[in-house]
T-cell receptor, first 113, second 110 residues
Framework: DTEVTQTPKHLVMGMTNKKSLKCEQH?????MYWYKQKAKKPPELMFV???????INESVPSRFSPECPNSSLLNLHLHALQPEDSALYLC????????????FGPGTRLTVL | DAKTTQPNSMESNEEEPVHLPCNHS???????IHWYRQLPSQGPEYVIH???SNVNNRMASLAIAEDRKSSTLILHRATLRDAAVYYC???????????FGTGTRLQVFP
């Protein structure tokens, strides 16, 4: 099973709401990632977890809060977002070797009103 | 982080070979060359990767220049399902970062 699943597929939220995006993989991968992709742009790395610990934070605003409850799950908690945060949020995972390929989920399409 | 440069778009006819170029003149010795593609409304999908030697797999071939400052992704017979944005990426083995370039949008015509 080489699948990364993400829920929900679509999310609409107001600027005062709190919501969470979820990502799951059952490939035994040690690393999990969050990317943000604006329309017609390439994905931009946000966070990396390695062995359930945050290893990379690409200077992401604190209104985005990642969490890795266990080796299979990755959450992204959202609070007080701005309309410019509307984007496709992609989750990915990869195996033990740093040159290993990343497997991406289908993404969550987020709209902030 | 080393950067890649790709043409914005390319076109091909179905069943013809496609050569997608990528320049990465600032590549370092610890950078692997990865290619991913993103079909409409989907997450990126791994295509192929290599370090120094040319590589083949069931999806494509990767030709790497001797000085490693450029590479070419080769789709041997394009199909309509190959229409996508193709990203050439340098991945440093010292960290987990995958930094996407702007990509090449490939159109395939019947």
């Amino acid at each position: 099973d080489t699948e990364v699943t993400q829920t929900p597929k679509h999310l609409v939220m107001g600027m005062t709401n709190k919501k969470s995006l979820k990502c799951e993989q059952h490939m035994g991968h040690r690393a999990m990632y969050w990317y943000k992709q604006k329309a017609k742009k390439p994905p931009e790395l946000m966070f990396v977890y390695s062995y359930e610990k945050l290893s990379i934070n690409e200077s992401v605003p604190s209104r985005f809060s990642p969490e890795c409850p266990n080796s299979s799950l990755l959450n992204l908690h959202l609070h007080a977002l701005q309309p410019e945060d509307s984007a496709l949020y992609l989750c990915a995972s990869s195996g033990d070797r740093t040159e290993d390929t990343q497997y991406f989920g289908p993404g969550t399409r987020l709209t902030v009103l | 982080d080393a950067k890649t440069t790709q043409p914005n778009s390319m076109e091909s006819n179905e069943e013809e070979p496609v050569h997608l170029p990528c320049n990465h003149s600032t590549i370092s010795g610890t950078d692997y060359i990865h290619w991913y593609r993103q079909l409409p409304s989907q997450g990126p999908e791994y295509v192929i990767h290599g370090l120094t030697s040319n590589v083949n797999n069931r999806m494509a071939s990767l030709a790497i220049a001797e000085d490693r400052k450029s590479s070419t992704l080769i789709l041997h017979r394009a199909t309509l399902r190959d229409a996508a944005v193709y990203y050439c990426i340098l991945r440093d083995v010292r960290n987990d970062k995958l930094i996407f370039g702007t990509g090449t949008r490939l159109q395939v015509f019947p």
